[in-house]
């Protein structure tokens, strides 16, 4: 969907609502995830070279994992990093056991998914991506962006009108910040 994919799904430090698993330090204890074949709500499934990248629909969100590289018949233990999202990624952590356990994780924590206000905008911004032709070759012209995506009413004509207009300014800002999420900046959206 988006250009310059880079060889991990995500990265710990850009996404702290990833939880990491790696191999247990001890024998004996960890987590096992033998049923984790049989979900049905797998969504993604990705083998790279540095793990195994999933994500699972649970009751109330989303469940992004990142599985270390190791053998097959491994016990895993959560890796929590110690950083600014420490909190996050600890409530992470015990939604997911909750979600392994009974079945009900529980709503994502604050801050985690967008607001209706925030979806509605991102949304924008990838119909923007698509009409700007950011992504492909097709193109429309600034004036006609605003008109379909921007300004629904819009009464401002094209010409010297619409060049000194505010509208033309804001519609050249969204078209600016939708290239900027295209280009990688959609990874910030992984944080809180």
Not at 108 to 135: E, H, K, N, W
Not at 139 to 155: N, P
């Amino acid at each position: 969907m988006f250009a310059g994919t880079q060889p991990a799904l995500w990265h710990p430090e850009e996404a702290p609502a990833v939880l990491i698993l790696d191999t247990a330090p001890f024998d004996g204890a960890g987590l096992a995830l033998p049923d984790l074949e049989r979900r049905p709500h797998i969504l993604v499934d990705r083998l790279l070279e540095n793990g195994r990248h999933m994500v699972l629909a649970g009751s109330n969100g989303l469940h992004r994992l990142w599985l270390r590289p190791g053998p097959v018949d491994r016990l895993f233990a959560y890796m929590v990093i110690r950083d600014d999202a420490l909190l996050l990624r600890q409530a992470m952590v015990r939604r997911f056991e909750r979600h392994m356990t009974d079945g009900r994780a529980g709503r994502s924590p604050p801050g985690l998914c967008p607001t209706p206000f925030q979806r509605q905008r991102l949304s924008m911004l990838l119909d923007i991506v698509d009409a700007a032709g950011l992504y492909d070759e097709a193109r429309l012209t600034t004036h006609e962006i605003a008109r379909r995506h921007v300004y629904a009413r819009m009464e401002v004509g094209q010409g010297s009108e619409w060049k000194s207009s505010s509208q033309r300014r804001r519609t050249q800002r969204l078209i600016d910040e939708a290239r900027a999420l295209m280009e990688g900046g959609y990874r910030r959206l992984l944080r809180p």
